[in-house]
Nanobody, 121 residues
Framework: QEQVVESGGGLVQPGGSLRLSCAAS????????MSWYRQAPGKERELVAS????????SYADSVKGRFTISRDNAKSTVSLQMSSLKPEDTAVYYC??????????????WGRGTQVTVSS
């Protein structure tokens, strides 16, 4: 069964750092683009960072550029999000997302259940 499972969330003080990890299984990870999304209370889910299948291309939301870094390890089927200089407005549930291309059949998407990140003093 296809799944992605997040870990690494928690409570951190403003200015601190946290590393989120996502472990994937049940699909061809090395072919899949991976992303991190987040959703704060009362707000829509937003895209935070993405990385392409070979790990060369990355993109970030303007709000996290220069503070967050996405990376992946295709040998271990994992993707990580290193978060630094955290702000209270980074508080949200963070979700791992996979997009597996299926050629002419389109793209299959998989979501994790999320991990809570709280930035507070």
């Amino acid at each position: 069964q296809e799944q992605v499972v997040e870990s690494g969330g928690g409570l951190v003080q403003p200015g601190g750092s946290l590393r989120l990890s996502c472990a994937a299984s049940g699909f061809i990870f090395s072919r899949s683009a991976m992303s991190w999304y987040r959703q704060a209370p009362g707000k829509e889910r937003e895209l935070v960072a993405s990385i392409d299948s070979d790990g060369i291309g990355t993109s970030y939301a303007d709000s996290v550029k220069g503070r967050f870094t996405i990376s992946r390890d295709n040998a271990k089927s994992t993707v990580s999000l290193q978060m630094s200089s955290l702000k209270p407005e980074d508080t949200a549930v963070y979700y791992c997302h996979a997009a597996e291309p299926m050629g002419r059949f389109g793209t299959l998407e998989y979501w994790g259940r999320g991990t809570q990140v709280t930035v507070s003093s």
